[in-house]
T-cell receptor, first 113, second 115 residues
Framework: QQQVKQSPQSLIVQKGGISIINCAYE??????FPWYQQFPGKGPALLIA?????SEKKEGRFTISFNKSAKQFSLHIMDSQPGDSATYFC????????????FGKGTKLTVNP | NAGVTQTPKFQVLKTGQSMTLQCAQD?????MYWYRQDPGMGLRLIYY???????DKGEVPNGYNVSRLNKREFSLRLESAAPSQTSVYFC??????????????FGPGTRLLVL
């Protein structure tokens, strides 16, 4: 119930292509869904986040699509660039309690030039 | 504004040795967290502190202890290191009660190798 399942584990995309990473959850109490980006040797950093009252959020080339009924959310990276090559983590948390984030296992994205 | 800082950056220990990982944040956040990151396992919560003076276990607390020294500092202690504790350790701060809307801010990590 506390898990967030992320796929694929790795993804290779050509420059200019669209990268899509998917996550699914079971716990309907989750109400905050962030995506973190991590470059090698660095700590994760927030990329974009969504709450379940909207179905889509866009920031530049990054878009989160959220399907509340299916309990799924995904990250789309448009016009993928080599500089986007990193590991991406989806996560979820719920109101109240400890504010703990539950993370997916990560997707290593490689964008080839 | 340094954000979240961690020391040391890298450490090698022998089995059975002890050490303390230090973390400090200058963003006045109430909540602080310790995670470990292992290949293919994502980020797993070890311990967290919702406010100064309180600590709670996360998903993988065995073999670790923590101290919330004050609002800024949250340390992680390995009393008797084991090879299974070889990992990258991240400290984070933030969250809804810290006024960040749920965002956690991560430090640069400590890479620990236990031989």
């Amino acid at each position: 119930q506390q898990q967030v399942k992320q796929s694929p584990q790795s993804l290779i995309v050509q420059k200019g292509g669209i990268s899509i990473i998917n996550c699914a959850y079971e716990n309907t109490a989750f109400d905050y869904f962030p995506w973190y980006q991590q470059f090698p040797g660095k700590g994760p950093a927030l990329l974009i986040a969504i709450r379940p009252d909207v179905s889509e959020k866009k920031e530049g080339r990054f878009t989160i699509s959220f399907n509340k009924s299916a309990k799924q959310f995904s990250l789309h990276i448009m016009d993928s660039q080599p500089g986007d090559s990193a590991t991406y983590f989806c996560a979820a948390s719920m109101k109240g309690g400890s504010e703990k984030l539950v993370f997916g296992k990560g997707t290593k994205l490689t964008v080839n030039p | 504004n340094a954000g979240v800082t961690q020391t040391p950056k890298f450490q090698v220990l022998k089995t059975g040795q002890s050490m303390t990982l230090q973390c400090a944040q200058d963003m006045n956040h109430n909540s602080m967290y310790w995670y470990r990151q292992d290949p293919g396992m994502g980020l797993r919560l070890i311990y967290y502190s919702a406010s100064e003076g309180t600590t709670d276990k996360g998903e993988v607390p065995n073999g670790y202890n923590v101290s919330r020294l004050n609002k800024r500092e949250f340390s992680l202690r390995l009393e008797s290191a084991a090879p299974s504790q070889t990992s990258v350790y991240f400290c984070a701060s933030g969250g809804r009660t810290s006024g960040t809307g749920g965002t956690q801010y991560f430090g640069p990590g400590t890479r620990l190798l236990v031989l």
